[in-house]
């Protein structure tokens, strides 16, 4: 069974650096490309960033660009997502998610249960 | 960035109803979208990928169609089970987008 659990959530200040870490199992992790999605309060989703299997290839939408950075130890089958200059506005439950290809065009068939971050003075 | 916008954004359907829900994508995606179920407090479930094909493990009242701009999803015959918030998502280009949700309450 795929299992996705992300920790390292927490509350910070603006400004703040945070670190999430997603432990996969279930599957071979290093096949796949692994994204994170995020939900701020009362809002939708919100595909933000991805990481191809290789570790070698990421992608960051605008909102995030600069900020934050994707990495992977396919070693300790673990996916990371260093948050840095954190602002109000990245509140939000963040999920990592497994897509079905090594690309980031794909489908995202498992989910994490997700982890709050909150920013906030 | 390709818009993906849903229509209704909220549905009050009664238990037994058919429900279609609908996405249109700001340009032509071909058939690079997905549709995902998400219950508060829950993960996002994928149901329905490549705009048609059921996910395995879904129940076969889920269903898609579409494809270019215009996109439905149908649930034939809601279930209490259903209630939840529904959303497109396209992967066509990056970045990759959502649809901004279809709650559907009782």
């Known amino acids: 069974e795929v299992q996705l659990l992300e920790s390292g959530g927490d509350l910070v200040q603006p400004g703040g650096s945070l670190r999430l870490s997603c432990a996969a199992s279930g599957f071979n992790f290093s096949n796949y490309a692994m994204t994170w999605v995020r939900q701020a309060p009362g809002k939708g989703l919100e595909w933000f960033a991805a990481i191809v299997a290789s570790g070698r290839g990421t992608y960051y939408t605008d909102s995030v660009r600069g900020r934050f950075t994707l990495s992977r130890d396919n070693s300790r089958n673990t996916l990371y997502l260093q948050m840095n200059s954190l602002r109000a506005a990245d509140t939000a439950l963040y999920f990592c998610?497994?897509?079905?290809?090594?690309?980031?065009?794909?489908?995202?068939?498992?989910w994490g249960q997700g982890i709050f971050v909150t920013v906030s003075s | 960035d390709i818009q993906m916008t849903q229509s209704p954004s909220s549905l009050s359907p009664s238990v037994g109803d058919r429900v279609t829900i609908t996405c249109q994508a700001s340009?032509?995606?071909?058939?690079?979208l997905n549709w995902y179920q998400k219950k508060p407090g829950k993960a996002p479930n994928l149901l329905i990928y490549d705009a048609s094909n059921l996910e395995a493990g879904v129940p076969s009242r889920f269903s898609g169609s579409g494809s270019g701009t215009d996109f439905t999803f149908t649930i034939s015959s809601l279930q209490p089970e259903d209630i939840a918030t529904y959303y497109c998502q396209q992967y066509d280009n990056l970045p990759i987008t959502f649809g901004q949700g279809t709650r559907l309450d009782i």
């Open positions: 998610a497994k897509g079905t290809l090594n690309t980031y065009f794909s489908p995202l068939d498992s």
């Open positions: 340009r032509d995606i071909g058939k690079y």
